[in-house]
């Protein structure tokens, strides 16, 4: 089972920026997608977005045009770049891996970081 570190967490004002790192455990050239999620306060985590091992990319609509998921599969590690962040992203942001017809496995969430957006 794929283990998972995330950081680059903090506390920003409306319209700044954070980049969010996740170290993963096993090369993920191997992986066929990974993606970004986050959980707010109260409310159920949600998918962010996503980037397959060839690079094509997808993102929820509140996060379009602000948000950029890459990877170096060098490092094992994926990236999401968050510029013009709003209250509202204020989450918890994981990374875990990604495929379409179920969730990841339950155990294999990391401890996530915080992003906390001051208005």
């Known amino acids: 089972q794929v283990q998972l570190v995330e950081s680059g967490g903090g506390l920003v004002q409306t319209g700044g920026s954070l980049r969010l790192s996740c170290v993963v455990s096993?090369?993920?050239?191997?992986?066929?997608?990974m993606g970004w999620y986050r959980q707010a306060p109260g409310k159920q985590r949600e998918l962010v977005a996503t980037?397959?091992?060839?690079?094509?990319?997808w993102y929820t609509d509140s996060v379009m045009d602000r948000f950029t998921i890459s990877g170096d599969n060098a490092k094992n590690t994926v990236y999401l770049q968050m510029t013009g962040l709003k209250p509202d992203d204020t989450a918890v942001y994981y990374c875990?891996?990604?495929?379409?017809?179920?969730?990841?496995?339950?155990?294999?969430w990391g401890q996530g970081t915080q992003v906390t957006v001051s208005s």
């Open positions: 875990n891996t990604f495929q379409p017809t179920m969730p990841p496995p339950a155990s294999s």
């Open positions: 096993r090369s993920t050239s191997s992986i066929n997608a």
């Open positions: 980037i397959t091992h060839n690079g094509e990319t």
